[in-house]
């Protein structure tokens, strides 16, 4: 096949994706803005966004930006935080949420911060997404039981159960059917699952009097586009929503950049986390100018683009005039679509975070257990956002807990081979007694700077005898804060007065830099010297200190 026929047929693979993936993204639109409380034109004019500037300025050939099932809660909850007032105030406190979201990754991607999302554990953040999918599902059982119910969970679920009598069994019927069909069709990745079933629930809808039976109807949808607005708010609505934007772009983010790299990982292309925060970051403030939801690369709709055949991102290209073609044209008859039907959607979209095979692996490994309970249990009785505070604090906590407790290892030779290992796990080594050769394992910071050289201090004096050599190897340590670099000086001390020489061994060019000021004045080669040694190994360490030191 040559180049030519080559390009036309990855051409029609993209149009083929394109067109099977329309079918997903405009009833998840419609139903993602129910989860965000906001009219179904928020969910579907947002889809326009994220499509059309991830398709002009994105990198991955699979992902699909548009609303998701996390943003969406996340903006239910940070809206919730905010003063009440007229319908179309809130619009415009939405719309500068989002603007300020987007605002967020434009200012990372000047920093170039594409690493901003190490800042949320992969633990944590598949706990809450575990979480959010059990809080998403839970609070699409009001619209499909037919009943008022509302709140958090803590208060939804006794609300359910107390209503337990009024419970419209037709609509838990639709939803279920639905649901199973959605599960069906999901075998067949070409189909449009999403739109088969929606047609199936407007023919019902249209047909079956079901408004008669108690099932509500989702109603007419008014998608007009408007000009672009800035929002008119205070400065003190301006700030709180940029506290607000803050999490909701972290959040985002690592979504949308999990979702990115793990598709880029499974065909070997490269990733540019910073021209997608300049892509994320467009879609965002246009969306909010549209007073539209906030857009990230979900993993549902990414993975059905992958599994239709999409080689570029054409295929979004596609999908987005498919779905306008859509809008203009069959838009009125969604009014007919039952809400259960529409619930069922959300659930299904948002099934694929509640497997526990992602959870699994902590659990099989006994790391980091307790963050994902944390993160899953703080959703669910805290809220969306204070949750996931809640379930960060907890990472950080554990973090410091882990670095503060002192872990020194002893080295010794190995043979007569030239490297040093950890006496307590090779029998072969051996330590000589007029050396004593420590390394920490842990980075030296001041939290446990004072805790692990006072251990150093102990181990020292437990070695009395022939001792006359110390060497100290700070490889884990990359750079050193005041409080390390003090408590360094003060061990450096010690040891010069019991006496011995002393090597810090391993340093890394910024911990090497600084410490050449800080032991200015003790780096004269004379009884009891210190020596910086850089990026030597530790049998390089010996043989300098016993040239420092010859033996008496």
């Excluded at 405009?26 to 969910?43: D, H, K, M």
């Excluded at 019902?204 to 672009?228: C, E, Q, T, Y």
């Excluded at 669910?380 to 604090?393: E, H, K, M, R, S």
């Excluded at 390390?484 to 040891?495: K, P």
Aim: positive net charge; charged residues 15%.
């Amino acid at each position: 096949m040559n180049a030519s026929a080559a390009t036309q047929t990855k051409r029609w693979q993209d149009v083929s994706a394109g067109l099977s993936i329309a079918g997903l993204l405009l009833p998840e639109a419609v139903a993602y803005a129910s989860i965000g409380n906001l009219a179904p034109q928020a969910g579907i004019v947002a889809l326009f966004a994220g499509l059309l500037c991830y398709g002009a300025l994105g990198t991955s050939r699979f992902a699909i930006v548009s609303a998701t099932s996390s943003s969406a809660a996340v903006l239910a909850a940070a809206m919730a935080t905010m003063q009440g007032g007229t319908a179309g105030h809130r619009l415009m406190l939405m719309a500068g949420l989002v603007m300020l979201t987007g605002g967020f990754f434009l200012l990372a991607w000047v920093a170039r911060l594409g690493s901003v999302t190490q800042f949320i554990a992969k633990p944590v953040l598949r706990g809450f997404s575990f979480g959010l999918a059990i809080v998403i599902i839970l609070k699409q059982l009001p619209g499909v039981l037919g009943v008022q119910a509302d709140g958090d969970v803590v208060h939804l679920v006794p609300g359910l159960l107390a209503r337990a009598g009024q419970w419209n069994g037709r609509g838990a019927g639709l939803c279920a059917a639905a649901l199973l069909l959605l599960f069906l069709l999901r075998r067949r990745q070409r189909w449009p699952a999403g739109l088969i079933v929606i047609a199936l629930g407007i023919g019902a809808g249209r047909w079956l009097d079901l408004p008669g039976h108690g099932v509500a109807l989702v109603g007419a949808i008014d998608v007009s586009l408007a000009m672009p607005v800035l929002p008119r708010l205070t400065q003190e609505e301006w700030t709180r929503l940029a506290e607000l934007a803050f999490a909701l772009a972290l959040i985002l983010y690592a979504e949308s950049y999990g979702a990115i790299r793990s598709f880029a990982l499974k065909h070997g292309d490269a990733v540019a986390p910073e021209r997608d925060l300049l892509a994320l970051g467009a879609a965002n403030v246009l969306a909010g100018l549209l007073q539209a939801m906030p857009v990230g690369a979900g993993y549902s709709a990414t993975s059905a683009n992958e599994a239709a055949g999409a080689t570029s991102r054409l295929a979004g290209l596609v999908a987005a005039a498919v779905v306008g073609i859509i809008v203009l044209t069959l838009l009125p008859l969604v009014a007919f679509m039952p809400v259960p039907v529409l619930a069922a959607v959300v659930i299904h979209a948002v099934s694929h975070t509640l497997n526990p095979v992602f959870l699994q692996p902590y659990f099989a490994w006994r790391r980091d257990r307790l963050l994902v309970l944390a993160a899953i249990a703080g959703v669910l009785l805290f809220g969306v956002l204070d949750g996931l505070l809640v379930a960060i604090a907890i990472s950080l906590l554990l973090m410091l807990r882990r670095l503060s407790r002192p872990g020194m290892s002893v080295l010794g030779r190995l043979g007569d081979s030239h490297d040093y290992v950890k006496l307590a796990l090779q029998r072969d080594a051996r330590a000589r007694p007029d050396l004593l050769i420590l390394r920490l394992d842990e980075p030296l910071f001041f939290v446990n700077a004072e805790r692990s050289l006072h251990l150093a201090r102990a181990m020292l004096e437990e070695r009395a005898g022939p001792l006359r050599k110390v060497i100290l190897s700070l490889e884990e340590s990359p750079d050193l804060d005041g409080s390390s670099v003090e408590a360094l000086r003060d061990f450096a001390a010690f040891v010069r007065q019991q006496g011995l020489a002393l090597a810090l061994a391993r340093l890394k060019e910024p911990a090497y830099t600084v410490l050449q000021l800080a032991l200015r004045d003790m780096l004269a080669v004379q009884a009891g010297p210190v020596l910086l040694l850089s990026e030597l190994s530790v049998a390089e360490a010996v043989r300098l200190l016993d040239d420092a030191t010859p033996a008496k």
